[in-house]
C-alpha cells in the first residue's frame, strides 16, 4: 500500500458470502422499533430547523410614528381681514392660513401673541381641529389693552400657537414675516398715535 488511491484487496482478503442468520420475532420488533424511533428523530430535527427559521426570519417593521404637530403644520400670514372695525377702534384683523401637511389631524388649542399690552382673539375659536392634507382660514383679532406696554415697532412679531395631534402637544412660535410686522406697525401708530408714551 503506497497510501495514495483506494484499498485494494490483498491475499485472502475477499468478503465471504456469508447467509443470513434466521431472526426471531424479538429482533424483528427491535428492528421496527429502531426504524420508528429513527424517523421520529428525523421529524423532530426537521421541526426544530423550521422553529429556528420562523424564530429567526426578519420582522417586518413597524410603521413610522406620525410627525410632531409642528413638524407637519405651516401658518401663513394672508392679509388684513375686511369688514373688520379696524384699528381705529383699537383692533387690528388680520388673515392667516393654517394647512396640515401630513399626518393626523391637528387640532389647534390656544392662541396667543408674546406683548402685554394686546389680547388676542380668533374666528373659530379655539380649540379646533384641522384634518390632514387640508387648509383653515383663520380670523385673528389683535385689541390693543395698554398702549404702554403694546410694542412701538414691533420687529418680528409672532404668534405663540399650541397644537396637539395622535403624537405629541406643542407649544409653537410661528413668524408670521415683514408684511405682518409692517400691517401691525401701522395697526398700534393709528390705535395708539395719539397716546403720549
Given at each position: 500500500m503506497t497510501g495514495i488511491g483506494p484499498v485494494e484487496p490483498g491475499e485472502d482478503t475477499r468478503v465471504r458470502d456469508t447467509p443470513p442468520r434466521p431472526r426471531g420475532r424479538l429482533a424483528l420488533r427491535y428492528d421496527r422499533h429502531r426504524r420508528t424511533v429513527l424517523a421520529s428523530g428525523a421529524v423532530l430535527v426537521v421541526l426544530a430547523g423550521g422553529g429556528y427559521l420562523y424564530a429567526s426570519r426578519s420582522q417586518p417593521q413597524p410603521a413610522p410614528p406620525p410627525p410632531y404637530p409642528s413638524q407637519a403644520v405651516?401658518?401663513?400670514?394672508?392679509a388684513p381681514a375686511t369688514g373688520s372695525r379696524g384699528a381705529t377702534a383699537g383692533a387690528y384683523s388680520f388673515t392667516v392660513l393654517l394647512s396640515v401637511r401630513s399626518?393626523?389631524?391637528v387640532t389647534v388649542t390656544r392662541l396667543t401673541q408674546p406683548y402685554d399690552g394686546l389680547s388676542v382673539t380668533s374666528s373659530p375659536a379655539a380649540p379646533f381641529q384641522?384634518?390632514?392634507h387640508s387648509a383653515r382660514k383663520i380670523i385673528v383679532t389683535l385689541r390693543v389693552t395698554e398702549c404702554e406696554k403694546a410694542p412701538?415697532?414691533?420687529?418680528?412679531?409672532f404668534l405663540d400657537v399650541t397644537l396637539r395631534n395622535a403624537r405629541a402637544i406643542e407649544a409653537h412660535s410661528f413668524i408670521l414675516g415683514a408684511r405682518y410686522a409692517q400691517d401691525l406697525s401701522r395697526a398700534l401708530e393709528v390705535a395708539c398715535g395719539n397716546d403720549s408714551r
Open positions: 405651516d401658518l401663513v400670514y394672508v399626518g393626523p389631524p384641522t384634518k390632514s412701538r415697532n414691533p420687529g418680528l412679531p
